[in-house]
Nanobody, 118 residues
Framework: QVQLVESGGGLVQPGGSLRLSCTAS????????MGWYRQAPGKQRELVAS???????NYADSVKGRFTVSRDNANNTVYLQMNSLKPEDTAVYYC????????????WGQGTQVTVSS
């Protein structure tokens, strides 16, 4: 089993910044993908950003150029640096851990609230 602990959410003004952190513990495999999903009220959950152990990243079009995902493999920690925040970024952000291979398996954190408002 893998457990994910998230931190860094909160209230921020438009144009401000937040940094989310998530640490995985348990049965961590050598190659995995960690990242962030978000879900706004009344909206479907969407992928924000992901990063492999080797550093390959993917971003939602809506956050490209503003958000940066990174990771510390030694500590099994993934970060999401969020700059130039907009009200539409308001959502619950969920840390994810994905184990490729067979069988595939993924895990979810409990979520952290990010609110962008003046």
């Amino acid at each position: 089993q893998v457990q994910l602990v998230e931190s860094g959410g909160g209230l921020v003004q438009p144009g401000g910044s937040l940094r989310l952190s998530c640490t995985a513990s348990g049965s961590i495999v050598s190659f995995n993908i960690m990242g962030w999903y978000r879900q706004a009220p009344g909206k479907q959950r969407e992928l924000v950003a992901s990063i492999t152990t080797g550093g390959t990243t993917n971003y939602a079009d809506s956050v490209k150029g503003r958000f940066t995902v990174s990771r510390d493999n030694a500590n099994n920690t993934v970060y999401l640096q969020m700059n130039s925040l907009k009200p539409e970024d308001t959502a619950v952000y969920y840390c994810t851990y994905f184990r490729p291979g067979w069988p595939k398996r993924d895990y979810w954190g409990q979520g952290t609230q990010v609110t962008v408002s003046s």
